[in-house]
């Protein structure tokens, strides 16, 4: 069985600093993908990042960056430059693809806060 | 743009009813997902199907079913709502691989509440 473990449940940060969510996950597979979501107070939940377990390096979105450790499975997502609009909780998510075994398995989230 | 459409935002039902709650998306996908979302727990997932007429067990399918008759299509069921699962539930989908990018998009959720 795969899970997601997501060890902080809140963290704060100040506006135009770097910010790095934790995530690990356990998982027998050896291909499979790696996301972070973000759900603002919207509720709606929009992909930050994806990483392909195959690919060595890590996955770069604009000031979102992702440090993957497969051998550690590991899986953080750093934020620089935070903004306001940052505010969100964010979820670790995996998921592996075999057809009958697509299951997309989340953690239990962890609220940012962007303070001014 | 891809579009995950729920039929509610917001549903108060009565312990005993029967529930649906519909979920539609229009990209063509082949997996769909009900998730529950609960403070301090996450998203959980009910049921998922990975193709029309499939169906997959998630971790919490006690209380629930679905149906997916067509492609586009994912129902989730309360055979006899109860009061423990008021809760906000969250429809997702996305393609299989090798069919294009494997990331999950979202509908806005429901939010249901059983009195």
């Known amino acids: 069985a795969q899970t997601v473990t997501q060890s902080q449940p809140e963290m704060s940060v100040q506006e135009a600093e770097t910010v790095t969510l934790s995530c690990t996950y356990d998982t027998s597979e050896s291909n499979y993908y790696l996301f972070w979501y973000k759900q603002p107070p919207s509720r709606q939940m929009i992909l930050v990042i994806r990483q392909e377990a195959y690919k060595q390096q890590n996955a770069t979105e604009n000031r979102f960056s992702v440090n993957f450790q497969k051998a550690a499975k590991s899986f953080s997502l750093k934020i620089s430059d935070s903004q306001l609009g940052d505010t969100a909780m964010y979820f670790c998510?995996?998921?592996?693809?075999?057809?009958?075994?697509?299951?997309?398995?989340f953690g239990k989230g962890i609220t940012l806060s962007v303070r001014p | 743009d891809v579009k995950v459409t729920q039929s509610s935002r917001y549903l108060v039902k009565r312990t005993g009813e029967k529930v649906f709650l519909e979920c539609v998306q229009d990209m063509d996908h082949e997996n769909m997902f009900w998730y529950r979302q609960d403070p301090g727990l996450g998203l959980r997932l009910i049921y998922f199907?990975?193709?029309?007429?499939?169906?997959e067990k998630g971790d919490i399918p006690e209380g629930y079913s679905v149906s997916r008759e067509k492609k586009e299509r994912f129902s989730l069921i309360l055979e006899s709502a109860s009061t423990n699962q008021t809760s906000m539930y969250l429809c997702?989908?996305?393609?299989?691989?090798?069919?294009?990018?494997?990331?999950?998009?979202f509908g806005q959720g429901t939010r249901l509440t059983v009195v």
């Open positions: 998510a995996f998921m592996v693809d075999t057809g009958a075994n697509s299951k997309l398995t």
């Open positions: 199907s990975y193709d029309v007429k499939m169906k």
């Open positions: 997702a989908s996305s393609f299989k691989r090798g069919r294009g990018n494997t990331e999950a998009f």
